[in-house]
């Protein structure tokens, strides 16, 4: 149900939301006021995938719209609705059949053998369907056969014969001067000859009520660029669909001829009615039906935004509220597929680092609705920016802070609010809201950035306030105690809005929270500031991500830097000048952009010791506000370890971090060298505290 829907049925007095919070409570948002009551619904939510094709194993493609749909399903279980999310398997048709018998079994045994590979993938993903549909179900063919045997009944499907071509890995029909060089427009591929004796359906009878619909229901088709393109098709006209084969037998047969089965696509978009009780569950068709959200990619779009409600018109069936296509994850700026030999196997990413970061990166790197690329580099810089440095970085620094200052116990606020407090609870609040309209919206990606920015604000908090400046004093302990609860409040509220998107990783956190009511059973509602209890005893634990590395760094390479680090992988390359537009400027100049890129800061030495054969360097644990960071550098010729604690030097603290002889680097110190070959390191005195800014 959209906001705007929402509040128009709210003013006429609908009742089908029920504020969770008392009246009042709330904040202004885009110049509204804003109760949180407001977005708390009661009623339902229909989302479904499309049923996948178990002709081959399912990539990391298909995994795109499961997890977006599980994310959304998950969102507004969340919210306080009555949630229905539908997956399954497509497992009729010619090109299936075809598979079966080149590897001599039945149809049957070959696509048991797939959908349990389907299963066993969304339990990897955390997948939480609700029902899974398989198109061989006695219930699904109930369901097409009675749609089929109304449809035929009312006269909108009639007998004839098919002459034409058709092309068997789609499933779809085309006329001759849809081809694109003789072949299959999808796909490219050949496109056969079929001559056969079948039943029609009477599309065009309905095209200019579909065309009416799509018009009085702008959220119907979504994103809107799909809409035109769907408009277009349809004014461009439609023609009967031929909805039987009969050169095979491999679906589901016609009521009422036998010989003939029913055309895969019309028996697969019969599947979100079958599943929501049709035709004899009538109360279970009542509360389900029609579905809320379609999620489906943009070549499907045509069954499902003109033959699936067509055949819904014919039936005198509610239409999907929306149907939205999404683009393409693609691999080198190219489709997957098995045979360009591109595709990336789920199962071996999910084995390697958990399925959160994969679930992280398809919702938050692809503009949902536009084509995206997939990469192994962009999965591991995501992960390593996103997940482990802002997400598991605020938790383990605040966490080892608080373990420090109040042995993990949460503290009382009692301290007077400052503005920057303010900020940070508003800005809380503001995400809060704002990731409520972004996912009515289906803005995914814009919704995750949303909830990252408020965990970047946090991090921005710890630096501002400085908490181990403030344990100095006595005078300062009750703004300490404030800081700290506002610092681990923000993040219970953080864990709740990314539960959706990534469900494990914020059950890790909420554990080291420390909070004792389990996270599954949080709502919306909870999301109120304030609701961390003072007292609550915290369970700091393992860091949530380990840093990634992208390739294996060759290790046994020369150190050619006091700070041990290799080459900026990311570097323009001399011939990547011109592009940059540089080509007229000074050698070796850089802008005061290209300076203001490094973080540079006080860091306090607190240990330092050899690395195993590695003569010439030292890992030192620095102290860079708050924060303990493992920096490997080569002075081992320089400096005894000893004469290196409690130093203050300038460390570069947004650097890549790699893996040195096996030790992590996570920033690099800064020496002058002289022509004699003697290195000094950058130092600073006591007086300027560590995690102070050097520009
Ligand atoms: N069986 C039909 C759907 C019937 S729905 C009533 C089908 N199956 S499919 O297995 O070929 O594709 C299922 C979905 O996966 C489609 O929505 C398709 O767009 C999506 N994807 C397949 N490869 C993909 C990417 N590389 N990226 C994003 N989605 C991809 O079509």
Known sequence: MSLTAVKRQRSLGGTARKPLVPKGWGLFLFG???????????????????????????????????????????????????VFFLTGSDEHGQKIQRTAAERGITPKEYVDDVVESFKELWQALNIQYDDFIRTTDARHHRAVQEVFRRIYNNGDIYKSKYEGLYCVPCETFWLETKLQDGNCPDCGRPVELVEEESYF?????????????????????????????????????????????????WGVPVPIDEGHVIYVWFDAVTNYLTAAGFPDERAKLKQWWPADVHLVGKEIMRFHTIIWPIILM?????????????????????????????????????????????????????????????????????????????????????????GKYYQGVIPEPTGTLESVDLELQQLAETTCHRTVELLDRLKINEATAGIWRLVARANKYVDECAPWTLAKGDETKERLATVMYNLMEVQRITTLLIKSLIPRTSERIWQQLGIDVPIAGMTFHDTAWGGLKPGTQTQKGEPLFPRMELEEP???????????????????????????????RLDGVVGIEDFAKLELVIAEIKAAGSVKNADKLLKIQVDVGGEERQIVAGIAEHYQPEDLIGRRIVVVKNLKPVKLRGEWSEGMLLAATSTDGSLELVSVSDSIAPGSPVK
């Open 32 to 82: 509204r006021f804003i109760r949180r009551g407001d977005y708390i619904m009661e009623g339902k939510f229909y989302v479904t995938t499309p049923i996948y094709y178990p002709s081959s194993r399912l990539h990391i493609g298909h995994a795109y719209t499961t997890t977006v749909a599980d994310a959304l399903a998950r969102w507004h279980r969340f919210l306080g609705k009555d």
């Open 554 to 584: 060759d290790e046994t390479a020369e150190v050619s830097s006091p700070a041990g680090t290799k080459p900026d992988e990311n570097a323009v390359k001399p011939d990547e000048k011109a592009d940059a537009g540089t080509e007229d």
């Open 314 to 402: 014919a039936l005198g069936e509610e239409l999907p509220k929306t149907v939205f296509g999404h683009g393409w994850l693609l691999f080198d700026s190219d489709k997957m597929s098995k045979s360009k030999g591109n595709v990336i196997d789920p199962h071996e990413l999910i084995g390697e680092m958990g399925e959160d970061p994969i679930r992280y990166f398809l919702l938050r790197e692809v503009s949902f609705g536009q084509d995206g690329n997939f990469s192994r580099r962009a999965l591991i810089e995501r992960t390593n920016a996103d997940l482990a440095n802002d997400l598991g970085n605020l938790l383990h620094r605040t966490l080892s802070m608080l």
């Open 201 to 249: 359906f009477r599309m065009s009878k309905y095209a200019d009520r579909l065309l009416q619909h799509i018009e009085e229901h702008p959220e119907f088709i979504q994103p809107e660029t799909r809409r035109s393109e769907m408009v277009n098709f349809i004014k461009g006209g439609l023609d009967d669909l031929c909805v039987t084969r009969s050169t095979f037998d």
